[in-house]
């Protein structure tokens, strides 16, 4: 009977200490984070078509619904890129470094955003 | 010495009294009486914690208003207000309808008045000098991607950059260079939640001068 206590016990102070880990991921709406930040480069539905994309822009904003693009990244290099801005990648500083900006959890949720729009799982690295 | 003091009243009401005068408890009211208030927030610190907050604004917090702008720009601007962003506040979607109100020339003056009277202790004074400088232009053209979301005027007066942020054209008549450093450098105080990407860590202080000093130049 002690035992079962014990491991009831333990068991809830694992699932205590997890849950603020989980809670913290589940609060960010990624959606609104990705229209709030990459949608002025990128478009409301990610095909690279945001309103800074005039004539004038000097490169292609990424397309992320094309998954033939998207599987050649890893998300490793998603993460670089927005976290270091275009020239952590030998991009174009057109994309800019939101490491200063972004929490890590808003940009490891944007990965998965991004996955979901090119429904692709991306290279593996 | 009766007739000096009448002479120095009379002074007083003559000065008071002329076209160019303005009066801040006046523009306040008159603020508030055209429904500015509906837009702008005039009371600090900065109220946004969350993409929520921000997207619940209509127009920019103006509670810093008189650290950020130029007056005469202001002034005249009230009576014009010619789009300064290509898309609608807070959109992505939808471009600027231009359909701010205007003011009349004796409420934009004091109008202009109460909103210059409105500071931030995070902008130091006599901190940035507008010119032509060369570091700031490439750290603004090529380095980082502020011509991503800024339109600015290019060689030959061409129209660069792009349409999400704030125009830059003429911005030195528009901005007060000390503000704009103090904004590079202290986001948080003005805009603590805002679709532009945070340098600090990114630019050092020095670059930063470099980058107000060059936009601040733009006539």
């Given at each position: 009977m002690m035992a079962k206590y014990t491991i009831f016990a333990a068991l809830v102070v694992i699932l205590g200490l997890a849950a603020p880990a989980a809670g913290q991921a589940q609060d960010i709406d990624v959606e609104k984070v990705f229209k709030f930040y990459c949608a002025q480069c990128h478009g409301v539905g990610g095909k690279g078509d945001g309103p800074n994309v005039t004539e004038n822009f000097p490169v292609s904003p990424r397309n992320f619904t094309n998954?033939?693009?998207?599987?050649?990244?890893?998300?490793a290099d998603i993460k670089n890129v927005v976290m270091d801005g275009g020239p952590a990648m030998s991009k174009s500083p057109m994309m800019p470094p939101w490491g200063k900006t972004l929490s890590e959890a808003e940009v490891d949720a944007l990965i998965g955003y991004?996955?979901?729009?090119?429904?692709c799982k991306g290279k593996e690295g | 010495m009766k007739r000096i003091s009448a002479l120095a009243v009379a002074l007083a009401i003559a000065l008071w009294a002329l076209p160019g005068h303005a009066d801040p408890a006046a523009g306040e009211a008159a603020?508030?009486?055209?429904?500015?208030?509906?837009?702008?927030?005039?009371?600090?610190p900065a109220k946004e914690k969350t993409i929520d907050d921000q997207l619940a604004k209509k127009g920019?917090?103006?509670?810093y208003a008189g650290s950020k702008f130029q007056k005469e720009w202001l002034q005249a601007w009230l009576q014009d207000p010619a789009p300064i962003r290509q898309m609608k506040?807070?959109?992505v979607t939808e471009a600027n309808p231009g359909d701010h109100p205007k003011l009349a020339a004796a409420d934009a003056a004091n109008v202009s008045d109460f909103l210059m009277g409105l500071t931030s202790d995070a902008v130091e004074a006599g901190v940035v000098k507008p010119k032509k400088n060369a570091k700031g232009r490439l750290?603004?053209?090529?380095?980082?991607p502020c011509s991503g979301c800024h339109q600015y005027e290019g060689r030959k007066k061409k129209l660069m950059g792009g349409r999400s942020g704030p125009s830059l054209v003429g911005v030195g008549k528009r901005l007060n260079p000390d503000w704009i450093y103090a904004y590079l450098l202290t986001p948080e105080i003005f805009k603590p939640v805002k679709a532009?990407?945070?340098f600090v860590g990114l630019l050092s202080e020095k670059d930063m001068k470099n980058v107000a000093s060059y936009v601040a130049n733009f006539k």
């Open positions: 998954p033939e693009e998207m599987n050649k990244l890893t998300n991004l996955r979901v729009l090119c429904n | 603020f508030k009486a055209s429904d500015c208030t509906a837009c702008h927030y005039t009371d600090g920019p917090e103006l509670w506040f807070n959109s750290i603004f053209t090529k380095k980082m532009m990407p945070v």
